[in-house]
């Protein structure tokens, strides 16, 4: 097992790579950034806690985690600790290293470890699947390399004239070099995502894999959270059924396919453009899918048919077919509830079960609704909101001392106070203000108001009045002030007041410092 253990996100990723899509464990390792020895490993351990893909609804997070690593007594065998297979085929290339002194250095650190014919029979079963080379060969159908070109093309805004510079993104398919570009403001996540959906959409299909070459928009980083691909992402590999596979560092035959075909959209679609001017970017995209069809149509001369041509033979048959709906984009945003069971997105905040109150969720908002995860799984969905500072709430996420209140609101309590006088309605206005969310407030209003059926609406006022002049907002306040009849006091609640100061010999007088 590797020293840290992975996100419960990425073994997912990795049972779903593995088990739906078929993936060897070297291509998922690539994908999720990891070891094909730690795939190994979570694939083996998901297999003896007999789980099957797709994983139950009923499983979430900690149930997974539960699962996968379950708590041993001490009195159960630890599991044999796994050699790092990689590191031994490595020391094995110096002189005078042998599998015996390899050997010796695991089972010293291991005692519980393998013995010696087990070590060497399980590292020669991992040595044969070494593939003895690396060699790229594009099947049909399997792979789309993507890139942003190095070049940009200015855009003018007709209304300022500010000139702006635009980003051009570049797909291509490994067996056909069948080519899609299109302009688009900046190399953000949402015009990475949207970048991805065009090109699925203009192939007319989905490849069995994705490789970028350039991640910035595609990665989390820096992240102690999600390392790698981040979650809007890892959601869209999902929805298409892909495996990301980020081309290596310091690996150019990986991602040759995909700088020739950069190359190619400047070489035969920038160049030709370089002179005219766009002052939209709907206008630029039009011109780009112009000379696209005319760049997918031009004969290859080293192979005597055009990348239409070899599409349609080679790729097209074998893509899989497009989901029933295209990718809609969608923020995530880690946040904690607050005290008051709700969560701020957008400068709006959104209520939770109440049992969730400074717990950590993760927020996915769409241009349509808000969805709240805890453990990976659903625990709330709203409607987006675009009201700033204001809150949504179900009735059902409220504890029960809330649902009592449910069927008030603060214009209700507002009208019932200014029945009584302007003082009350006042007051109860600055106690519904004073909580961070009004329903906090319910339960001082109802006890305030309620002073007016025992001591009458005029005296109430009164109260209220007084407790204004002093500053007194809370309901303990108010029933002080009754109880001690200090409205009675007078008009202007005056508090008695000593005429002059005691005469003592340590007070200075005025002429003291003169």
Not at 26 to 37: D, K, L, N, P
Not at 268 to 273: E, F, R, S, T
Not at 297 to 310: A, D
Request: aromatic content about 10%; some cysteine.
């Amino acid at each position: 097992m590797p020293q840290e253990r992975l996100t419960l996100r990425k073994i997912r990723e990795i049972l779903r790579l593995k088990w739906d899509k078929g993936l060897s464990n070297r291509t998922i390792a690539r994908s999720c950034r990891t070891s094909h020895s730690t795939v190994g490993e979570y694939v083996k351990r998901a297999e003896m806690a007999g789980l099957k893909w797709p994983l139950p609804e009923d499983i979430d997070d900690e149930k997974l985690a539960e699962l996968l690593f379950p708590r041993t007594g001490q009195e159960k065998q630890q599991a044999i600790p796994i050699p790092d297979w990689n590191k031994v085929h490595t020391e094995l290339r110096r002189k005078g290293v042998t599998l015996q002194l390899l050997w010796n250095e695991y089972i010293e650190k291991h005692p519980e470890g393998y013995c010696y014919s087990q070590f060497c029979a399980l590292y020669r079963g991992w040595a044969k699947k070494l593939n003895p080379t690396m060699r790229l060969n594009h099947k049909a159908g399997e792979t789309i390399y993507i890139d942003y070109a190095g070049q940009t093309v200015s855009v003018i805004d007709l209304s300022t004239g500010e000139i702006r510079e635009v980003e051009i993104f570049v797909a291509v398919l490994g067996a056909s070099s069948y080519t899609y570009a299109e302009a688009q403001w900046a190399q953000d996540l949402a015009s990475w995502t949207s970048g991805h959906v065009h090109t699925f959409d203009f192939i007319g299909g989905v490849t069995e894999v994705v490789m970028p070459d350039n991640l910035k928009a595609g990665v989390t980083h820096p992240s102690r959270y999600e390392p790698g691909i981040n979650i809007t992402y890892q959601e869209l590999a999902e929805h298409y059924g892909v495996a990301v596979v980020p081309a290596r560092v310091r690996k150019p035959r990986d991602k040759a396919k995909a700088e020739v075909g950069v190359q190619v959209v400047e070489r035969w679609i920038l160049a030709p453009l370089r002179n005219r001017k766009f002052f939209s970017l709907a206008e630029l995209n039009r011109a780009i899918r112009d000379l696209l069809i005319e760049l997918n149509n031009r004969p290859m001369k080293h192979l005597g048919k055009s990348r239409k041509e070899l599409f349609e033979e080679l790729d097209r048959p074998a893509l899989k077919p497009l989901p029933a709906t295209p990718y809609e984009f969608a923020k995530w945003k880690k946040a904690r509830v607050n005290i008051d069971y709700h969560v701020e997105f957008d400068k709006h905040y959104y209520s939770v079960p109440y049992h969730l109150h400074r717990q950590d969720v993760h927020i996915r908002s769409t241009e349509r609704t808000v969805e709240i995860y805890f453990n990976g799984k659903q625990v709330a969905m709203h409607p987006l909101s675009r009201a700033k500072g204001r809150h949504t709430t179900t009735r059902e996420h409220m504890p029960p001392a809330h649902q009592h209140y449910g069927d008030w609101s603060p214009d209700r309590f507002m009208r019932w106070a200014g029945k009584i006088g302007t003082h009350t309605q006042q007051l109860i206005d600055l106690v519904l203000n004073s909580k961070q969310h009004p329903q906090q407030a319910y339960r001082v209003c109802l006890g305030v108001l309620g002073f007016a059926k025992k001591v009458g609406q005029e005296r109430l006022e009164s109260a209220c009045r007084y407790a204004l002049d002093h500053e007194i907002h809370t309901y303990r306040g108010i029933k002080n002030i009754l109880d001690n009849k200090l409205d009675l006091s007078g008009s202007d609640g005056d508090m008695p007041q000593c005429s002059s100061l005691p005469v003592h010999q340590n007070i200075r007088g005025k002429d003291y410092y003169n």
